[in-house]
């Protein structure tokens, strides 16, 4: 197996964005620095979910922190990146799994995303170079950068297809069989 390891320490640019219409939208992550350009397939969820993540970990990093690092306490929304997706978009895998922490040396966000392993169902640690590992993409972001891409990836994630006050699940143009209204079709 050759194992592929994309990295990008503090990139030009680290960004969540999509292609396809709400409900068929395919999820990328993508890094670039200079002409190194690395797009990989993710959930939504999964984006959803490392925004929530990113803030967190920042949040408890200037809890703990004792020198006063320059680390914005909440999203930076004029500084997040708005612009599409880098072309060409070639998606180097579909992830599988993430992994997010800090690099308390250079004082940078780690953030990982590993390829969909059919053999294993163990998650690779952080930083961890196992040549039999799956695929990875790693990114290490300033504080502010990992903010602002805390506010594009809510921004993306919330595009989408509203959710049905009753249950929840996304409301397709047509309505939707929605089974808390016991298979009866809601509309928008």
Same mark, same amino acid.
């Given at each position: 197996? $050759?194992?592929?390891? +994309?990295?990008?320490? %503090?990139?030009?640019?680290?960004?969540?964005?999509? %292609?396809?219409?709400?409900?068929?939208?395919?999820? &990328?992550?993508?890094?670039?620095?200079? /002409?190194?350009?690395? /797009? #990989?397939?993710?959930?939504?969820?999964?984006?959803? #979910?490392?925004?929530?993540?990113?803030?967190?970990?920042?949040?408890?990093?200037?809890?703990? /922190?004792?020198?006063?690092?320059?680390?914005?306490?909440?999203?930076?929304?004029?500084?997040?990146?708005?612009?599409?997706?880098?072309?060409?978009?070639?998606?180097? +895998?579909?992830?599988?799994?993430?992994?997010?922490?800090?690099?308390?040396?250079? /004082?940078?966000?780690?953030?990982?995303?590993? !390829?969909?392993?059919?053999?294993?169902?163990?998650?690779?640690?952080?930083?961890?170079?196992?040549?039999? !590992?799956?695929?990875?993409?790693?990114?290490?972001?300033?504080?502010?950068?990992?903010?602002? +891409?805390?506010?594009?990836?809510?921004?993306?994630?919330?595009?989408?297809?509203?959710?049905?006050? &009753?249950?929840?699940?996304?409301?397709?143009?047509?309505?939707?069989?929605?089974?808390? !209204? $016991?298979?009866?079709?809601?509309?928008?």
């Amino acid at each position: 197996m $050759n194992r592929q390891v +994309f990295e990008f320490k %503090v990139p030009q640019r680290f960004v969540t964005g999509t %292609v396809g219409m709400p409900g068929e939208r395919t999820f &990328f992550l993508q890094a670039r620095s200079g /002409s190194q350009l690395t /797009s #990989v397939i993710a959930e939504k969820q999964q984006i959803a #979910v490392l925004a929530e993540r990113i803030d967190q970990l920042l949040d408890e990093v200037i809890r703990l /922190s004792e020198h006063g690092l320059d680390i914005p306490a909440s999203g930076v929304d004029a500084l997040a990146d708005t612009g599409p997706l880098d072309v060409p978009i070639s998606e180097e +895998f579909r992830v599988g799994a993430m992994a997010l922490g800090w690099d308390d040396t250079d /004082s940078l966000v780690v953030v990982e995303a590993h !390829a969909v392993d059919e053999e294993s169902d163990e998650v690779p640690e952080l930083a961890e170079d196992d040549p039999d !590992a799956p695929d990875t993409l790693r990114v290490w972001l300033t504080p502010v950068q990992a903010r602002s +891409f805390a506010v594009r990836a809510r921004a993306v994630v919330s595009a989408g297809r509203a959710p049905c006050p &009753f249950c929840s699940q996304p409301l397709d143009p047509e309505g939707h069989v929605c089974p808390r !209204a $016991n298979g009866y079709r809601r509309r928008a």
